[in-house]
């Protein structure tokens, strides 16, 4: 279990530079239509991977 934890967490952190990597476009005016986009997304991201943790919590103590 502790290694489905593991895949979790890098997959979410994978997801989340990615969604940055992306997001940086060298046009100036995107960067300042999508900032509250970008925000959004990493919210949505740190809220998932608390989700999932506590997911695989109450899946290992259910077990």
Request: proline share 0%; no cysteine.
């Amino acid at each position: 279990m502790t290694f489905a934890f593991i895949i979790i967490i890098i997959l979410a952190i994978l997801a989340l530079v990615g969604t940055i990597f992306v997001a940086k476009d060298k046009d100036e005016n995107y960067m300042k239509k999508t900032k509250n986009n970008l925000t959004r997304l990493t919210w949505i991201y740190t809220i998932v991977i608390i989700l999932a943790i506590i997911a695989v919590a109450v899946y290992i103590s259910l077990k």
